[in-house]
């Protein structure tokens, strides 16, 4: 997978029957969570942002990105953490963007890239808490140029739009065109775009399974474990219409303006007609910094 080229695209639906094989497992395996559950997922989103927010503190110009990924991960594990969905992410200043990267192996975090002043950069991680996994990408710009304000300003419009695009009457691939053109609307680049299958959103369950050592990375073998046994196709959200949107979705939007990228990566419930972000439910704040 970490060899595929970026804009090379697998046609899943050629595969015989997977699309029917898939959509069957998922609706198997859907499962609405109670209000109890989803603090846990709560709790798990808070302790990774917390955490992405301290290490971005930290980080000074000279730090790699092997470094900085390296110090979320240790954090983390500090604080309790044993398992990953997957590992840390950290791109720096254009790799932001995804600019200059041909294939996937080109996004873990390289020893001989390093921050510089006034860089912009991206922290993503995605831990399991106590068997409840969160995933969570931030983007920050120390100099806080007008560029980069401009771009996150952009951002949060997108943030707050997406709600209402869950909550109408369209359906998951409606949606993705929707945002693709939001993003395009505003002369940007849609850098999710060339994440594998161009995913935009994946659901979230806790796993049994992330007791268990892990021996790959940066995505572990429970993260592929819990996505195909439920139904891989049916549990992204990637330009094509899936057989529901309820569910707790982890929503990554990644945005560039050809220089800097940023995005935001937070959980999104769909459940029982009603969507909400999850951190607006739980706390008053409502902020993902």
């Not at 995933?135 to 120390?142: E, I, K």
Request: charged share 25%.
């Amino acid at each position: 997978m970490l060899n595929l080229k970026i804009n090379q695209k697998l046609n899943v639906n050629s595969i015989p029957g997977l699309k029917f094989i898939s959509k069957e497992i998922n609706k198997r395996r859907q499962k609405s969570y109670s209000d109890k559950e989803l603090k846990q997922f709560y709790e798990s989103q808070k302790l990774t942002i917390e955490s992405i927010n301290e290490v971005a503190s930290l980080l000074r110009p000279g730090v790699s990105e092997f470094d900085a990924a390296k110090m979320l991960d240790s954090l983390l594990q500090k604080k309790g953490v044993k398992h990953f969905l997957h590992y840390s992410f950290a791109w720096f200043a254009e790799r932001s963007s995804f600019n200059k990267m041909s294939s996937y192996d080109d996004t873990l975090p390289r020893r001989d890239i390093f921050l510089e002043e006034e860089d912009c950069f991206i922290l993503d991680a995605a831990p399991y808490v106590n068997g409840v996994p969160s995933d969570v990408g931030l983007g920050f710009c120390p100099s806080k140029s007008k560029a980069y304000n401009k771009l996150d300003n952009q951002l949060n419009e997108l943030e707050e739009l997406i709600p209402d695009l869950f909550n109408g009457e369209l359906n998951a691939q409606e949606i993705y065109s929707q945002i693709s053109q939001e993003i395009k609307k505003r002369h940007l680049k849609n850098v999710h775009e060339l994440y594998p299958f161009g995913v935009l959103a994946h659901r979230l369950h806790p796993s049994k399974l992330s007791n268990l050592p892990s021996f790959m990375k940066p995505f572990s073998w429970q993260a592929y474990a819990d996505i195909f046994s439920r139904g891989f196709l049916e549990e992204t959200i990637r330009g094509e219409n899936i057989n529901s949107l309820d569910g707790v979705w982890a929503i990554e939007p990644h945005i560039s303006d050809g220089i800097n990228g940023t995005k935001f990566e937070k959980i999104l419930v769909v459940r029982e007609g009603k969507v909400f972000w999850l951190d607006e439910y739980f706390s008053t704040k409502g902020s993902r910094r």
